[in-house]
């Protein structure tokens, strides 16, 4: 008989070894628990059911759908459903609802915030930020400054059609002239000076004073001969403390150079007639709502 014919018995419980052995330890070799042996095989058994009954395997595309059709998207647009059927008359009453005499609607005014919150949350805070702060870029809500106007028709024409896109052919629309190649070096210089002038801030008051003219002749048109700006163009308010890209001096150099585009894209066909009123009524009562 070959040595390794011969088994290794444990002097101790008579009991043959496997062979592996940790510190001097032999590891026995016992049989396992026929609970355990069963239980193993059962969520076997039970494991191979699940992926026939319920989705499972990856497939190129998608996955296995299961015998029993189950599905997570559908139990969920189920749920979606139960809230839509459930808030179907008051959701009718929002679409055809005048925003402006919401005041005097206390119920639907409460459904319109909450509900436009949630619309909010799901479609313009990746912009605008989860509070409506918004960024460097993207307009702040919670100010009275507006580019386009602030009172609810103006937000809900903003909402519906959007700005600067290609896909809503009443999407506001203005664009600001870039001036690299229209003055020189020492212009823009004038003219930055000139604007952080009229915005209260520190400035070189030579350079503004030459700026003054340039303003007039070049920017005026569109921010006014006070540059207060214009709802009509979109033109902002270069007066105050409020800056869409920042007011710092390389902020507007940039600005003045080559200009400003900002895009917002038309939600009038992504989101229902309540759910645009509702999230314009959310922005209007955010704080700065006009």
């Given amino acids: 008989m070959s040595s390794h014919d011969q088994k290794?018995?444990?002097?101790?419980?008579?009991?043959?070894?496997?062979?592996?052995?940790?510190?001097?330890?032999?590891?026995?070799n016992n049989p396992l628990p026929r609970w355990w042996l069963w239980t193993f095989y059962?969520?076997?058994?039970?494991?191979?059911?699940?992926?026939?009954?319920?989705?499972?395997?990856?497939?190129?595309?998608?996955?296995?759908?299961?015998?029993?059709?189950?599905?997570?998207?559908?139990?969920?647009?189920?749920?979606?459903?139960?809230?839509?059927?459930?808030?179907?008359?008051?959701?009718?009453?929002?679409?055809?609802?005048?925003?402006?005499?919401?005041?005097?609607?206390?119920?639907?005014?409460?459904?319109?915030?909450?509900?436009?919150?949630?619309?909010?949350?799901?479609?313009?805070?990746?912009?605008?930020?989860?509070?409506?702060?918004?960024?460097?870029?993207?307009?702040?809500?919670?100010?009275?400054?507006?580019l386009w106007g602030g009172d609810f028709e103006a937000i809900e024409y903003t909402v519906r059609h959007g700005i600067r896109n290609e896909e809503d052919w009443d999407a506001r629309y203005s664009e600001m002239t870039a001036f690299d190649d229209i003055f020189s070096n020492e212009e823009v210089d004038q003219v930055v000076q000139y604007v952080r002038q009229i915005s209260g801030q520190d400035h070189d008051a030579a350079l503004a004073a030459?700026?003054?003219?340039?303003?007039?002749?070049?920017?005026?048109?569109?921010?006014?001969?006070?540059?207060?700006?214009?709802?009509?163009?979109?033109a902002p308010n270069l007066t105050d403390a409020i800056w869409l890209y920042g007011g710092d001096e390389a902020s507007l150099e940039q600005t003045v150079r080559y200009a400003r585009f900002g895009v917002m894209p038309p939600w009038g066909t992504r989101?229902?007639?309540?759910?645009?009123?509702?999230?314009?009524?959310?922005?209007?009562?955010?704080?700065?709502?006009?």
Wanted: glycine share 12%; proline share 2%.
């Fill in 8 to 28: 290794d018995i444990d002097e101790v419980t008579g009991t043959d070894t496997t062979g592996h052995a940790w510190d001097g330890i032999k590891e026995l």
């Fill in 210 to 234: 030459a700026g003054s003219s340039l303003f007039m002749d070049n920017c005026a048109a569109c921010h006014g001969d006070n540059g207060m700006g214009d709802y009509g163009l979109g």
């Fill in 42 to 146: 059962m969520t076997i058994i039970w494991g191979i059911a699940y992926t026939i009954a319920y989705p499972a395997w990856p497939m190129i595309s998608s996955a296995t759908a299961g015998a029993l059709g189950y599905s997570t998207r559908g139990e969920v647009a189920q749920e979606i459903a139960r809230f839509e059927d459930a808030n179907a008359e008051i959701s009718a009453q929002l679409a055809s609802a005048d925003l402006t005499t919401l005041n005097g609607n206390p119920e639907l005014l409460r459904f319109a915030n909450s509900a436009g919150a949630a619309v909010f949350r799901n479609n313009c805070s990746q912009c605008h930020g989860s509070g409506a702060a918004g960024a460097v870029g993207y307009p702040n809500l919670l100010d009275d400054d507006w």
């Fill in 271 to 290: 989101l229902s007639e309540a759910e645009i009123k509702s999230v314009t009524a959310y922005v209007h009562q955010l704080g700065g709502g006009e």
